[in-house]
């Protein structure tokens, strides 16, 4: 099985749905996930600066606010970024010890996107787990990317490149099973 969702939520659910597995003797062959949101805590510098205008080409209508009330509907208001969160809720509240044993990870992510720094923190430790990783950067992309490349042709180019690299990823994941048995301390 290869859980995917597109991205945004269905990312978000597909980073946090092996957590669950794994609790239950469960590995998926992998997971793609395309700009995830992976925490609520909003702390790292990504989830504070990226204010957009919209789709007008002027920047990303999802933005650290409109995260943080993302994130208040999904766990509650008094629930955001408690310390008892599990991987499960949001996968970046994982511990190396969490992610060993992980089915592996690809992972793509936008440049202007508020949840950017919490996904590269994610990836530092499924590596550190000896998780088999795939991890992209996509540069001059925002959370919206997709909704605004039906209005600017350059938008559109950089959009196609992200599906084309999550079509390749889906691919692999059905043809390769890049599970690790193994654990490393």
Known sequence: IVFYQGGSTGGHLALALPFRLKRYGFSPKATVARCPITDDRLTKRSSRVFFGTGLDGEGSDWDGVSLHQYCSSWMGRDNVASPVISPEAFANHATVDDC??????????????????????????????????????????????????????????????????????????FAYDLRRPWTAK
């Open 100 to 173: 060993r044993g992980l089915c592996p990870v690809f992972l793509y992510e936008y440049e202007f996107d508020p949840d950017r720094d919490y996904c590269i923190e994610l990836v530092q430790k499924l590596l550190e787990a000896n998780v088999c990783v795939e991890f992209h950067l996509l540069p001059g992309q925002s959370h919206s990317s997709q909704a605004a490349a039906q209005a600017d042709p350059n938008v559109a180019i950089l959009a196609a490149e992200s599906e084309g690299m999550t079509i390749k990823a889906l691919k692999d994941a």
